[in-house]
Structure formats: C-alpha cells, structure tokens
C-alpha cells in the first residue's frame, strides 16, 4: 500500500518568513495530493491540493509543488502569520483506491511573533 | 457554509466498556470515510461507505470494531468492548462522491479509555 513520509515534524519559523514542508510518497500510482490544516480540537480542514498533472498550484501564501519523478511534493507558506500556527498534514490518493487517503504523519508549525 | 457534524465531541469510558460515535455528513454527500487519528499521528481510515455500502473496510478491527450507514445517510461506529489502546480522536469525513476528490472532515470525538 502507499506509504507517506513527512518532515519536519515541528517548524518554528519567526512571522513574516517563508515555510517548507515536505513529503515523499511511496505509489507511483497515486495521482492526488491534498493538504490539511488542524487546528487544536478540530478536524483537518483541506488548505490546498494538486493533481499529478500539474507540477505547481498556487493560492495567495499558499503554493504546492509535485515532483512526480522523484515521488516527493512540498507545501510552502510565504508572509507567515501567527495564524498560521498548526499541525499541517501531506496525504496522497492512489488511483483506483476509492479515494482512499494515505496521510503523513503531521508537521506542527508554529509562527513566533 | 455546511459541515459534518459528529457527536459526542468528548467521550471517557473504562475499557470493557462499549461505546458508539455519531456523524452526519454534509447533505447529498454519498460517501462517508471514518478515521482514527492516534495524538501526534495522521488520521487512518477505517472504513469507506457508498451510500449504505461499505466500500473499504480492511483497516476496520472487525472483532470490536462495527460501523453502518442504513439509509446511507448518518453513521454510527460502535467499539465493543473498548481497549486502553482506543483511545484516539474519531474522525468522520465526507465527500460528495467517491470519484470527488475533496473530503471534508468533522470536529471528530476525543476517546478516553480508562
């Protein structure tokens, strides 16, 4: 089955600079990779996502980037703000796995004022 | 804006016990994913309905662990008996079909087994 890989698994980052996460996967199959924002006692809330067909995708701070090749993608955050301070997860969908998502295992973010 | 709703949000019980979780997905949503999210780990699923069918079930502890969607609407997940070892966060996601990409999850319940 697919296996995801996340790191770091904590970030401190001071506000206003950039943040990179990152995560590999294992099934070259899968075609969808989505990420999550969770905020202390809610559940995941879907931040960004990009398709295997796409290399890039950005939304205001938020950009994603696909390596197909090397089977790695990366969340990046610019401008960060103390908002921004959360546990954020990578995740993949295999093809044919009914939606089926393999999730990493969490970076906590935290921005310093 | 709708959203999944779950209850209880908080539950403590002694293991032995049995204990069942509540949710009900975004109106016309026909697939409805329940996860488990141990603390500091990333939420795994359980099992996968189709309306009333279950889709994926593989990762679901079939001995304790039992879920249904009879109307293939609401869902209810029921541990029997509960184990130290349950203790988690219960999560329920919803999305609009399974081919959608997007799932959109509840709050979830926080399980406490003594």
């Known amino acids: 089955g697919e296996n995801v890989e996340q790191h770091p698994s904590t970030l401190s980052v001071q506000e206003g600079d950039s943040a990179v996460i990152k995560c590999t996967y294992s099934?070259?199959?899968?075609?969808?990779f989505p990420w999550y924002k969770q905020e202390l006692g809610k559940g995941p809330q879907l931040i960004i996502d990009?398709?295997?067909?796409?290399g890039e995708k950005k939304d205001q701070r938020i950009a994603v980037t696909l390596n197909k090749t090397a089977k790695h993608f990366s969340l990046h955050i610019t401008e960060t703000q103390p908002e921004d301070s959360a546990v954020y997860f990578c995740?993949?969908?295999?093809?044919?796995?009914?939606?089926?998502?393999?999730f990493g295992t969490g970076t906590q973010l935290k921005v310093e004022l | 804006e709708a959203e999944v709703a779950q209850s209880p949000r908080y539950k403590i019980t002694e293991k032995s016990q049995a204990v069942a979780f509540w949710c009900d997905p975004i109106?016309?949503?026909?697939?409805l994913y329940w996860y488990r999210q141990i603390l500091g780990q990333g939420p795994e699923l359980l099992v996968q309905?189709?309306?009333?069918?279950?889709?994926?079930d593989s990762q679901l502890p079939k001995d304790r662990f039992s879920a249904e969607r009879l109307k293939g609407v609401d869902s209810t997940l029921k541990i029997q008996p509960a184990e130290l070892g349950d203790s988690a966060m219960y999560l329920c996601?919803?999305?609009?079909?399974?081919?959608?990409?997007?799932?959109?999850f509840g709050p979830g319940t926080r399980l406490t087994v003594l």
């Open positions: 099934d070259s199959a899968s075609n969808y």
């Open positions: 990009i398709r295997s067909n796409v």
């Open positions: 109106s016309g949503h026909a697939t």
């Open positions: 995740a993949a969908r295999t093809t044919g796995g009914g939606n089926k998502l393999t």
């Open positions: 309905f189709q309306d009333e069918s279950v889709v994926d």
């Open positions: 996601a919803s999305s609009l079909a399974a081919s959608y990409n997007e799932q959109f």
